[in-house]
T-cell receptor, first 116, second 110 residues
Framework: GAVVSQHPSWVICKSGTSVKIECRSLDFQATTMFWYRQFPKQSLMLMATSNEGSKATYEQGVEKDKFLINHASLTLSTLTVTSAHPEDSSFYIC????????????FGPGTRLLVL | TQLLEQSPQFLSIQEGENLTVYCNSSSVFSSLQWYRQEPGEGPVLLVTVVTGGEVKKLKRLTFQFGDARKDSSLHITAAQPGDTGLYLCAGGGSQGNLIFGKGTKLSVKP
């Protein structure tokens, strides 16, 4: 149980385009989903926290207009990187937790984004 | 600000050796988790410790939570090449988020 999927697993796009990444909890209801980015050889950095049906809470330094997060249902959250630039190239990972076990986050397999 | 310091950052050992990875903080955490991450994949949860002084074993891996709940350690006995990966400790933040250490990159050579 507690499986989280991400789609796509990797994406290459041109500078200036927008990219949408989906995060789904497959066998549980995720009241909270988290979005992280990870640069090569570095740890995970939290970008934002989203609760179903409400606006996401962004970490300091993360542009909310650039990284649009939608958590429309208890099993789906999306991250849209708008007007992507090469510096947005990174490994984006989502995680999900349920109301019954908030201290445990289940991670997706990640999405590698390369902006040319 | 809650921070987690992991050490060492890099560790390269021979198969069969033992090793310990440390995760320290000046803050108290309600829980600490250990993850292993392989390149191009998301982190996989190994264990969650919640009680000060708690010790949990997972085959050749032993996890310990400090009495004051400010630090934790991961000990691997007789390491194998399959243990190679990035080991991350993470503590529960005050807002339900996870605060990650910088990770320990372990390489076990056959």
């Amino acid at each position: 149980g507690a499986v989280v999927s991400q789609h796509p697993s990797w994406v290459i796009c041109k500078s200036g385009t927008s990219v949408k990444i989906e995060c789904r909890s497959l066998d549980f209801q995720a009241t909270t989903m988290f979005w992280y980015r990870q640069f090569p050889k570095q740890s995970l950095m939290l970008m934002a926290t989203s609760n179903e049906g409400s606006k996401a809470t962004y970490e300091q330094g993360v542009e909310k207009d650039k990284f649009l997060i939608n958590h429309a249902s208890l099993t789906l959250s999306t991250l849209t990187v708008t007007s992507a630039h090469p510096e947005d190239s990174s490994f984006y990972i989502c995680s999900a937790s349920s109301s019954s076990r908030q201290e445990t986050q289940y991670f997706g397999p990640g999405t590698r984004l390369l902006v040319l | 600000t809650q921070l987690l310091e992991q050490s060492p950052q890099f560790l390269s050992i021979q198969e069969g050796e033992n090793l310990t990875v440390y995760c320290n903080s000046s803050s108290v955490f309600s829980s600490l988790q250990w993850y292993r991450q392989e390149p191009g994949e998301g982190p996989v949860l190994l264990v969650t410790v919640v009680t000060g002084g708690e010790v949990k074993k997972l085959k050749r891996l032993t996890f310990q939570f400090g009495d004051a709940r400010k630090d934790s350690s991961l000990h691997i006995t007789a390491a194998q090449p399959g243990d190679t990966g990035l080991y991350l400790c993470a503590g529960g933040g005050s807002q339900g988020n996870l605060i990650f250490g910088k990770g320990t990159k372990l390489s076990v050579k056959p």
